[in-house]
């Protein structure tokens, strides 16, 4: 009992030091856990709220853990005093993906986690290389799917390597379409995209944000989106749910702290996030990254990850794939 009084003490204490009475924000510093490199969508976007709550929350740094899948500086989150101090990043692969997917985890993505806000959803797009599209007379998802009907196993599809969203998103395609390609997974995204524009991959399922300059050159031809909806960067371009009903594939990211976080704290740190997702500043600068801001509550945050860790459970095992 003695530990758990100490504990509760030193929680109160770092919550009075966060949001001291008549203070807008804190002079300690927060820490943005990001568990990738510097540099990608999920980097820019953290980097731009940090810049947008300083305002209302004090000084807020960015620090890049990347490794094992995301899972090293999650990990990080999830053991971090929960003081409100220190939070970060959650994504669809460390959240959904990679708790079925790699046979050991260092942390429990249902409990381990107090939810804060979602962040950003950014579309992902099945594209072909236009020169196979025009080959094989392919101008739509309807028509991908007729060829691959009548020509079984001779459609092959690449991704970013085995359990990556790329890869997923085609086992669902395939599945629900009732048809078959060959998946060939690369180290990575950008050697995937490189082996579809050179003709080695007939299609993927590529993140819009790093497709769009090639869909734009007419190197790639955008058959949908996989969102449940059409995306207003491609407004022209159908949702597979269009042609396949109830398909729906997003990558998306949001902050969470450690699952001790007062709630006191983590509905101050929702209010400021929510208030810099919904400004004019950063749905511009998101725009850029062709990322949307998705602002939610908290408690909307935890049933949409919920949902989301149920969902990939069934992907992930349907696709046989393992990272040991």
Same mark, same amino acid.
């Given at each position: !009992? ?9 929680? $109160? !204490?770092?919550a ?12 300690r ?16 976007t ?19 853990k ?37 046979? +050991? !985890? ?37 028509? &991908? ?11 092959n599809? *690449? ?8 890869? $997923?998103?085609?086992?669902?395609? +395939? ?23 050179? *003709?080695?991959?007939d ?15 007419? +190197? $790639? ?12 960067? $491609? ?69 949409? !990850?919920?949902?989301? &860790? ?6 992930? +095992? ?7």
């Amino acid at each position: !009992m003695t530990g758990m009084k100490t504990k509760s003490i030193f929680i $109160l !204490m770092a919550a009075f030091a966060l949001w001291p009475p008549g203070a807008s924000a804190q002079s300690r510093p927060i820490r943005i856990i990001v568990p990738y490199a510097a540099g990608g969508p999920i980097d820019a976007t953290a980097r731009v709220l940090a810049e947008r709550v300083r305002d209302t929350l004090g000084p807020v740094i960015v620090d890049n853990k990347p490794g094992g899948g995301g899972n090293i500086g999650v990990d990080l989150i999830a053991k971090a005093p929960p003081d409100g101090l220190t939070i970060g990043i959650s994504a669809l692969a460390t959240h959904a993906i990679n708790p079925w997917l790699y046979n +050991k !985890m260092p942390f429990n993505a249902a409990t381990d986690f107090a939810p804060i806000t979602q962040m950003v959803r950014v579309p992902n797009v099945l594209v072909l290389n236009t020169d196979t599209a025009n080959r094989l007379g392919i101008n739509s998802l309807a028509d &991908l799917i007729k060829y691959a009907k009548a020509n079984p196993g001779k459609l092959n599809y *690449g991704s970013g390597g085995n359990g990556s969203g790329g890869h $997923l998103a085609g086992e669902m395609f +395939k599945t629900q379409a009732g048809i078959f390609a060959v998946h060939i997974p690369y180290n990575g995204g950008s050697p995937a995209q490189l082996a579809l524009l050179s *003709g080695q991959v007939d299609f993927n399922f590529d993140n819009l944000a790093t497709a769009a300059a090639n869909i734009k050159a007419g +190197k $790639l031809r955008a058959l949908a989106v996989t969102t449940a909806q059409r995306s207003p960067a $491609l407004p022209d371009v159908p949702a597979v749910s269009e042609t396949l009903s109830g398909f729906s594939v997003d990558t998306w990211w949001g902050l969470v702290a450690p699952a001790a976080t007062p709630k006191d704290i983590l509905a101050k740190l929702n209010q400021a996030f929510v208030a810099a997702l919904n400004s004019p500043e950063v749905k511009t600068r998101f725009a850029v990254l062709l990322a949307e801001p998705v602002p939610t509550t908290s408690e909307q945050f935890g049933t949409f !990850m919920k949902d989301e &860790l149920a969902k990939y459970e069934k992907v992930v +095992k349907a696709s046989g794939a393992k990272v040991d």
